[in-house]
């Protein structure tokens, strides 16, 4: 098999290491400080399409596929890694699920400003006495009315929980 990176993967690679190195680096000491990823990111990412890596078109993405959005991840975890974890919770734990198994207008009222960095996403599972095992969750979503459904339960270690726009839980569906 023959690994040789096309002159579009060397493009690229090239060109988005010089954006985190200019646009994202720069600041990752200050983010880790603050314990703040600064909404800019969010916006700068998604401007040279990091969001919309893994995703279709029609929904703000670049289609690009799993081995461009690896490559890109590496490069943005070395240049901050904090902002790696965030961005990716938006685009990746919250997107990834809705572009997977979302229905069509799940897709369309969601990934669109995910991937345009309008809106933050985030992905509730982890509990205080389940933690991260979804066998063991005890969070009840319980359907109120046609399509309606109330949650409750407790939910922790939210990555983005203080500053998302929209939360995709994890629930038991009870009656």
């Known amino acids: 098999m023959d690994f040789t990176l096309s002159e579009d993967e060397l493009l690229f690679i090239n060109s988005f290491n010089d954006f985190c190195k200019k646009e994202i680096e720069p600041f990752a000491e200050e983010a880790d400080r603050k314990k703040e990823i600064p909404r800019s990111h969010f916006h700068k990412l998604a401007q040279i399409g990091y969001i919309g890596l893994p995703h279709e078109e029609e929904y703000g993405g670049q289609n690009a596929g799993a081995f461009r959005s690896l490559i890109a991840m590496q490069i943005l975890g070395k240049s901050c890694g904090s902002t790696f974890f965030s961005v990716g919770a938006s685009g990746g734990l919250f997107g990834l699920p809705i572009h997977h198994y979302g229905n069509e207008e799940q897709k369309r009222n969601y990934l669109p400003s995910i991937n345009d960095g309008s809106k933050i996403g985030s992905l509730g ?15 009840i979503a319980k359907e109120v009315s046609k399509g309606r459904y109330q949650l409750s339960g407790q939910k922790t270690y939210i990555t983005n929980a203080p500053i998302a726009d929209f939360c995709l839980f994890l629930p038991r569906f009870g009656i």
């Open 125 to 139: 599972i982890t509990e205080p006495d389940a933690g991260s095992d979804v066998s063991s969750l005890r969070t």
